[in-house]
């Protein structure tokens, strides 16, 4: 989750990722912050993203979109 944080961070640093769960329909991260997040995650993360998966509701806060990457990577 650290790694995933600091990601988010680098892209919003001043937006509080461990408590924001609006992150999409607040438009906190946009289209081409969710693109960038996608490539982050799987240079670190090893994980791909599919499209069906890029959907707000695994987008709107760190904590979704962490249980995103772990369900996929025991999909792998």
């Known amino acids: ?3 995933l944080l600091a990601i988010l961070e680098e892209l919003h ?3 509080d990722f461990r408590t924001c ?8 991260i ?3 912050d ?3 997040l996608i490539s982050e ?4 993360f090893d994980v791909a993203i599919p ?3 890029i959907i707000p509701e ?4 760190a904590a979704a979109l962490y249980r995103l990457i772990q369900r996929l990577e025991e999909e792998d």
Not at 21 to 28: A, G
Not at 41 to 44: G, L, P, R, T
Not at 58 to 61: R, T
């Open 1 to 3: 989750m650290e790694e």
């Open 13 to 15: 640093p001043e937006v």
């Open 21 to 28: 769960c609006t992150l999409v329909e607040d438009k906190i």
């Open 30 to 32: 946009d289209s081409f």
């Open 34 to 36: 969710i693109v960038s």
């Open 41 to 44: 995650i799987h240079s670190e």
């Open 51 to 53: 499209a069906e998966e």
């Open 58 to 61: 695994n987008f709107n806060s």
